[in-house]
């Protein structure tokens, strides 16, 4: 069974960085197969796909945020990560971490909130 | 980007009611798109892929169909844990966009 979660600071400046990982158990980042993906909740709101990664490093980026956000990969560690820069309250939400297939998204870490506020 | 509008944006429904919920794309997506169950303070979960395909584990009286713009999500004998948010996803295009969603509460 494929788990996923997330970690990072929950609190963060605005004009600063965001930066979360997802930890991957239960399956190897390196198997391939899947993309490895992060998408984002406002506080009683719809879902934003925000990107996906291959284990190879290619990337898909949502163009509303392309500018400010890189996903990276260290299959070492079988982690992926996410970095937002220049945030704004508007970049507060819960951030989920997610393994997709090439249609869907078949599991999801449980989430973690982003306030971000000074 | 392609639009995918649900309707209703809430519902209210007994145990035991048959619920439709209705997702439009704002173009053809053939039929890819998904469904996902959330509940509060969790993470969404897959019901089906693919318009109609069952993600395994989920139970039967989920079922999905339609192509192209038009799309259902039916649940037969509403079960107290089916109370929840649904939304629809389209994987035809990037940026894969979700539905607003459809609040399914107890009447």
């Known amino acids: 069974q494929v788990q996923l979660q997330e970690s990072g600071p929950g609190l963060v400046k605005p004009s600063q960085a965001l930066s979360l990982t997802c930890t991957v158990s239960g399956g190897s980042i390196s198997s391939g197969g899947y993309y490895w993906s992060w998408i984002r909740q406002h506080p009683g709101k719809g879902l934003e796909w925000i990107g996906n990664?291959?284990?190879?490093?290619?990337?898909f980026y949502n163009p509303s945020l392309k500018s400010r956000i890189a996903i990276s990969v260290d299959t070492s560690k079988n982690q992926f990560s996410l970095r937002l820069t220049s945030v704004t309250a508007a970049d507060t939400a819960v951030y989920y971490c997610?393994?997709?297939?090439?249609?869907?998204?078949?599991?999801w870490g449980q989430g973690t909130l982003v306030t971000v506020s000074s | 980007d392609i639009q995918m509008t649900q309707s209703p944006s809430s519902l209210s429904a007994s145990v035991g009611d048959r619920v439709t919920i209705s997702c439009r794309a704002s173009q053809s997506i053939s039929s890819y798109l998904n469904w996902y169950q959330q509940k509060p303070g969790k993470a969404p979960n897959l019901l089906i892929y693919?318009?109609?395909t069952l993600q395994s584990g989920i139970p039967s009286r989920f079922s999905g169909s339609g192509s192209e713009t038009d799309f259902t999500l039916t649940i037969n004998s509403l079960q107290p844990e089916d109370f929840a948010t649904y939304y629809c996803q389209q994987s035809y295009s990037s940026p894969y966009t979700f539905g607003q969603g459809t609040k399914l509460d107890i009447k």
């Open positions: 693919a318009a109609s």
């Open positions: 990664i291959y284990y190879s490093g290619t990337t």
């Open positions: 997610a393994r997709a297939m090439t249609t869907m998204i078949d599991y």
